[in-house]
């Protein structure tokens, strides 16, 4: 049961709790099964209708609790089962915020998005049932037994019903569970589908013979979706019919099979069919919620598996204890480093290096070269995001290992090409407000929006605008070294005249050491370097003097 290891996770003590709530509540509604039937033999045995008051205070306190011993199992159950999710959720985060940036682009992020949204709610939504599902089990238990001091007999052929009922019901379970595991993977088809259509929604508007495919693409993803449903359904109903179908055969066993063997069964049998009919609302009720459960289990299987999952993404050394770089560094050095992306069977995979390069503080590098030719592969193994397959990367003579990676990247701001705009300034305190004022004044930006606390006051900007604010952002960081992948192609000729000529020279005044991927040749001048990159190889050109557009 993945939801009771979740709850395990907590300590011993919400299964306990859970377990002696269950079996308070169980016990006192099988007393209350009992006193009911004892009263009413009296009754009939005394063939009056005087009220034995004992009897009567004996089924008010245990219906009180029954009433009491439930509810504070469901409470506390959903209060537990929320805590254990918070934690694992948490975990899972802790995780990916640790994880490894290439082993995570190759484990794709629709898993993990899937389980820390939809997974948690499918659990906090039903765990309750697994409450329900432990009382109603032992609530049967004690009635069995109460069945069985009425009548050996009766016990025993209605254990042994029960016993094969039981395993039919869990097989019947099973394939619905297969075909549960079949609809789940048609709705992730789905899901995909539909993130296409939010994602490419412009591409398919103009082209009608595009947007007429994708179409036949749902049609056919939504009625695959649609059958495996159905079977859900029908497998489900099927499943239920079976149980009621068993708990008929019970009582048709005590009024028409067990008295042909026991003469003596004729004192009990309206007790024993009075436990059976008591017996329908727990049988029904775990019958309910092991299908429900089934859900929530399934998706507390998952996120406890993708939490072992991230744990194989996590990254090379990350638990080494941490150590500096110094803020003050003279040079950074890259000594034959490698990297390949493994390519798929047949094709030939994409490998750079070996670089051999040394970056001396305050010096401007541009590093050009054409589409494809490893320029951001190149700068995600200079920010230590990427780990190189050989080589060594070291800061000042000191290298950059496992324990030296966090400070190692704490020298970098960066904008890469896909950068984020984060709703806050996250790691920044209080920006300077007069440094932020200017600096949007800088980037031309303070007609359209403005730094508010710590946060940018408008998001929903044109792609260039956004990167300006991405540059706000990382001058406000006060890295001594700036990364900048591709950062001026969204900008307009004139911004990108004034990056060029006036930003990037005045942050070299300030003592930058900056490293921008560029295409724009116009201003290849302005670099102290220039690194030029051709099928993952990289030679350094010669800087052409002076320029003024
Ligand atoms: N996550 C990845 N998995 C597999 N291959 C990748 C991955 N990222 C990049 N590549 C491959 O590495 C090569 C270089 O990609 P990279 O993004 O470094 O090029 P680039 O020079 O920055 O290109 P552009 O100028 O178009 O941005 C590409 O051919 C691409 O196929």
């Known amino acids: 049961m993945n939801v009771a290891l979740l709850l395990a996770r907590l300590g011993p003590l919400p299964l306990r709790r859970l377990v002696v709530g269950a079996a308070a509540s169980a016990l006192s509604s099988a007393v209350v099964l009992a006193v009911v039937n004892k009263a009413a033999q009296q009754i009939a045995d005394n ?14 306190v245990c219906v009180l609790l029954y009433t009491a011993s439930e509810s504070w199992m469901v409470a506390r159950m959903g209060a537990d089962i929320e805590e254990a999710i918070d934690g694992l959720r948490m975990r899972l985060l802790d ?3 640790h994880a490894d940036l290439w082993k995570l682009e190759r484990f794709g992020e629709t898993p993990l998005f899937e389980s820390i949204t939809q997974s948690c709610q499918v659990i906090s939504m039903n765990s309750q049932f697994l409450a329900l599902s432990l009382r109603s089990a032992l609530m049967i238990v004690a009635v069995l037994v109460y069945i069985a001091i009425l009548s050996p007999l009766a016990f025993l052929l209605i254990g042994a019903l029960m016993a094969v009922g039981a395993v039919s019901y869990t097989r019947l379970g099973q394939a619905l569970n297969e075909r549960q595991e079949a609809l789940n993977a048609q709705e992730a088809g789905l899901f995909e589908s539909v993130s296409d259509l939010f994602d490419g929604f412009k591409e398919q508007r103009l082209n009608s013979a595009r947007s007429r495919d994708l179409n036949a693409t749902f049609d056919r993803v939504s009625a695959t979706t649609t059958t495996a449903r159905n079977e859900v359904h029908l497998h489900g109903w099927q499943q239920f019919v079976f149980g009621e179908t068993a708990f008929n055969m019970m009582l048709g066993m005590v009024v028409f099979v067990v008295p042909n063997y026991s003469s003596a069964f004729g004192q009990e049998v309206v007790k024993v069919t009075a436990a059976i009919l008591f017996m329908a609302s727990p049988v029904f009720g775990l019958m309910q919620s092991m299908a429900v459960m089934g859900a929530a289990d399934s998706a507390a299987g998952r996120m406890i598996e993708l939490e072992s999952q991230l744990d194989g993404l996590a990254e090379p050394g ?9 803020e003050d560094f003279q040079e950074i050095r890259l000594e034959g480093i490698e990297f390949a992306f493994p390519a798929p069977a047949g094709e030939q995979s994409f490998a750079v290096g070996p670089f051999d390069l040394t970056i001396r503080r305050g010096e401007t590098i541009f590093v050009t070269g054409g589409n494809g030719s490893g320029k951001s592969t190149f700068i995600k193994l200079l920010t230590g995001l990427y780990h190189p397959l ?12 496992p324990g030296r990676q966090t400070a190692y990247r704490a020298l970098m701001a960066t904008v890469f090409a896909d950068f984020h705009l984060f709703a806050r300034l996250y790691g920044m305190d209080r920006p300077d407000r007069a440094e932020a004022d200017a600096l949007m004044r800088w980037m031309e930006m303070e007609r359209v929006t403005a730094v508010e606390g710590d946060r940018f006051g408008r998001r929903d900007l044109s792609a260039g605008q956004r990167k300006r604010l991405g540059l706000v952002a990382a001058i406000l960081e006060k890295k001594p070294i700036l990364i900048l992948d591709e950062w001026a192609a969204d900008q307009d000729p004139h911004f990108r005249l004034k990056f060029y000529r006036e930003i990037v020279p005045e942050l070299k005044r300030r003592g930058l050491t900056i490293i921008a991927v560029t295409h724009d040749d116009h201003y290849f001048d302005v670099a102290d370097r220039r690194l030029h990159m051709e099928e993952g190889r990289l ?11």
């Open 47 to 60: 063939k009056n209708d005087v009220v034995n008051l004992w009897m009567a205070a004996l089924f008010v």
């Open 95 to 97: 995780r990916l915020r």
């Open 318 to 326: 990350a638990s080494a204890p941490p150590l500096p770089v110094p």
């Open 390 to 401: 050989r080589g060594r990367l070291t800061v000042d003579g000191v290298d950059i290992g």
């Open 539 to 549: 030679s350094e050109l010669v800087v052409p003097q002076g320029g003024a557009a």
